[in-house]
Every structure is written in structure tokens, then in C-alpha cells.
Nanobody, 126 residues
């Protein structure tokens, strides 16, 4: 089993930055594609960003392109999400997820991710 723990959430003013971290334990995730999703109150959980097993391919939701950057440190089983120029509409609970079955590329489909963290709250105030 894989356990994922997110950290780094908080309250910032619009235009500010936060860096989320996802630490894995129980089993290495260095061979898994990884993703970040978010869920705002009353809305569906949506894809934010994803990164391939090697880190060579990344994918982003249109709403965060140019502002968010996903990266991974396989030696430490950690995935990061750098969030810049935050907007009030970025406010949500952010979840880290692992896709163990994908050998190539990244999926934006939440149902293809088998392991999830507990989430961390991000609030960007206007």
C-alpha cells in the first residue's frame, strides 16, 4: 500500500504563491505517474497537474497553465506543486494522487488514480 501525505497549504492573498508537497511512504512511487487534483465546495474534483514516471512529461489544466509547476524528486519519493499568481478561484482542497498502472504519459482522469492523500486546504483571498 502507498500512503500519500500533502503539506504546504494555507491562506494567501490573491497574487501570492504557495508550494505544495506530497510525500509517499509504504511503497516507492518513483515508478508511478503522479497527479494533483483539487475540489472546491459543491464542485467535482478536477485535474490540476500531472507528471510522468520519469518526470519528463507534464500536463496542466488550462486554468493553471503558466502559473503552476509540477515536479518530482524520485530519490525522496516527493512530488511538488509550485503555485504562483494565485487567484480566488484556485481556492480548494488539493489532493495528491498516484497512478501505478500508467507506464507512459499522464492521465487527467481521476478514476485512473488508485492512491490518494487526505488533502490540504488552499485559500486565496481577494
Amino acid at each position: 500500500q502507498v500512503q500519500l501525505v500533502e503539506s504546504g497549504g494555507g491562506l494567501v492573498q490573491a497574487g501570492g504563491s504557495l508550494r505544495l508537497s506530497c510525500a509517499a511512504s509504504g511503497r516507492t512511487t518513483s515508478n508511478y505517474a503522479m497527479g494533483w487534483f483539487r475540489q472546491a465546495p459543491g464542485k467535482e474534483r478536477e485535474f490540476v497537474a500531472g507528471i510522468s514516471r520519469s518526470g519528463g512529461l507534464t500536463s496542466y489544466a488550462d486554468s493553471v497553465k503558466g502559473r503552476f509547476t509540477i515536479s518530482r524528486d524520485n530519490a525522496n519519493d516527493t512530488v511538488l506543486l509550485q503555485m504562483n499568481r494565485l487567484k480566488p478561484e484556485d481556492t480548494a482542497v488539493y489532493y495528491c494522487a498516484a497512478d501505478p498502472d500508467r507506464r507512459y504519459g499522464v492521465s487527467s482522469n481521476r478514476y485512473e488514480y488508485d492512491y490518494w492523500g487526505q488533502g490540504t486546504q488552499v485559500t486565496a483571498s481577494s
